[in-house]
């Protein structure tokens, strides 16, 4: 094994698999024409255009005067006063930040802050939409009431015009002669798009999903005006310099940008589809893209049976069922993460179809992925989280960039401790799903407290935490979360005779 560079010997981190080798070994994508070839192109080309979007996220989130920008603020404005919501845009901002574990408080629930919030979303654009599926997602980070309020947001996206998904199909493959019929009314609608079932001239059965019309535009415009926002509240705010609610824009401009091209969601869907066959977890199912009917703004894929797990009826769930399903949705999340460093970036309910003893995970806008000594990072995190030991945790934090160099790490670890220490004597060394939020969230405004930064990907893995304790919730709400999610590490790292704990675990593995 390797040693890092001016580690004093330490051993590197194992290096992640092949993803070429992964796409070509894998014969679920095999089974699609072209899928396999298709596969190996878009994920080098994949990589060059999430750079190219995270360059445009740094640029729209400088704050510039531009035409269109002076425009879409005049309008902004114009939504705040009829709405009667001055404090309107920023509330919205701290809230949002406040979601992904950002050093800012939420603004008080009892001035009518929260109403006012929710009146410019839904006066707002397509980016205001965004930030309040932020908060809605965020339980046991922000007070109950935010997260209440803003639950509209993942649920009541209106449906576009009768045809205007046809239309947009239309355009992108110059006809309709691939379907032999279209379901005209939506299977789900979100802000960025719509899904629809139908049928291929062969009889297969597919899902498609349309890009609303004018939306990249209208994200730009909103990004640009949100930069002006967090501009002018940085100079008059101590709160939101200290929380650098503008690195949050950024953030947030990155991972909705990314959203909004349905190639990279095609790309993220085929490699997961081979990341999960190769971990053996049949009972975990990722639909597999059609390459000839994906563009930019329309994806085609298979149809996976099941329903939101939201949605089961309790005999679904009850007793051991509901155990086991929990135990391999964890299983599916944790293993793709640490073996292949890869992992779904949007776990809420509707993106996880319960089908018997067998699951699928859909809509993969948003992915993760982490670099072999990210991984590494992640899993002393993950350990040192289940035993409550602080200064493995911000020693694993350092991996990612989160901690400035000149922060005080022993007064940073000295506070995380005694609020662990806290915490565990109040949940008597367990975490259930109703503790998992309220853990993760002081552990989040601690750190951040001492210098902590949230990089994209630790965002996407601790929502994911978050998501996985609202899945507990449903079907198997006794289930002890960290008992389950150390029981998966120990057995993943027996495997290959503990090779991979080896060059994960610092000390004995």
Not at 116 to 128: D, I, K, Q, S, W
Request: proline fraction near 6%; aromatic fraction near 6%.
């Amino acid at each position: 094994m390797s040693t890092s560079p001016g580690s004093g010997g330490a051993p590197s981190p194992p290096p992640l698999p092949s993803r070429p080798a992964l796409l070509r070994g894998s014969a679920r994508l095999a089974a699609v024409d072209g899928l396999t070839a298709w596969s190996l192109e878009a994920q080098a080309s994949a990589e060059t255009r999430r750079a190219a979007l995270a360059r445009e996220a740094e640029r729209l989130s400088s704050p510039r005067l531009w035409p269109d920008t002076i425009g879409s603020l005049a309008t902004t404005t114009w939504r705040v006063a009829r709405a009667a919501a001055p404090d309107a845009p920023l509330a919205l901002l701290s809230a949002a930040a406040a979601a992904t574990g950002l050093p800012v408080a939420p603004p008080t629930t009892a001035d009518g802050t929260i109403e006012r919030a929710n009146r410019l979303v839904r006066a707002g654009g397509p980016a205001y939409v965004k930030l309040g599926q932020f908060i809605a997602s965020a339980g046991g980070l922000l007070p109950d009431e935010w997260v209440e309020a803003f639950a509209w947001c993942r649920d009541e996206a209106p449906p576009m015009p009768p045809g205007a998904a046809e239309e947009v199909v239309r355009r992108e493959l110059g006809d309709l002669d691939a379907f032999a019929s279209i379901d005209p009314e939506p299977l789900a609608t979100g802000s960025i798009g719509q899904v629809h079932r139908a049928t291929l001239r062969d009889g297969t059965e597919v899902v498609f999903k349309v890009r609303r019309p004018g939306l990249r535009r209208a994200f730009r415009s909103d990004i640009e005006t949100l930069a002006l926002v967090c501009a002018a509240a940085d100079r008059v705010h101590q709160g939101v310099r200290a929380a650098n609610l503008p690195g949050f824009v950024t953030l947030f401009a990155q991972l909705t940008l990314e959203e909004l091209d349905f190639r990279l969601e095609a790309a993220n869907l085929v490699e997961s589809v081979a990341v999960l066959e190769d971990l053996g977890a049949g009972d975990i199912r990722v639909p597999r893209p059609y390459p000839a009917l994906t563009t930019e703004r329309l994806l085609v894929m298979e149809l996976l049976p099941g329903v939101s797990y939201a949605r089961l009826p309790a005999e679904a769930v009850a007793g051991a069922a509901g155990e086991r399903l929990f135990a391999a949705g964890v299983r599916g999340v944790l293993e793709a993460t640490i073996v292949h460093g890869l992992f779904h970036g949007d776990l809420h309910a509707g993106n996880v179809l319960v089908d018997g003893d067998r699951f699928s995970m859909v809509d993969f806008g948003m992915c993760g992925r982490l670099d072999a000594a990210q991984r590494a990072g992640l899993v002393r995190f993950l350990l040192g989280f289940a035993a409550s030991d602080a200064r493995a945790q911000v020693e694993a934090m350092r991996t990612f960039g989160a901690i400035d160099g000149d922060a005080d790490v022993e007064a940073l670890v000295a506070s995380l401790q005694r609020d662990l220490s806290r915490l565990d004597a109040r949940a008597d060394g367990q975490v259930t799903f109703d503790r998992l939020g309220e853990t993760l969230g002081r552990l989040l405004r601690t750190l951040a407290a001492g210098g902590f930064r949230m990089p994209k990907e630790l965002v996407l893995f601790f929502k994911n935490l978050l998501y996985l304790s609202g899945f507990a919730a449903s079907v198997a709400p006794d289930a002890d979360v960290l008992a389950v999610v150390t029981g998966i590490l120990t057995d993943l790292f027996s495997r290959d005779g503990g090779t991979l704990a080896a060059g994960l675990v610092p000390g004995p593995a």
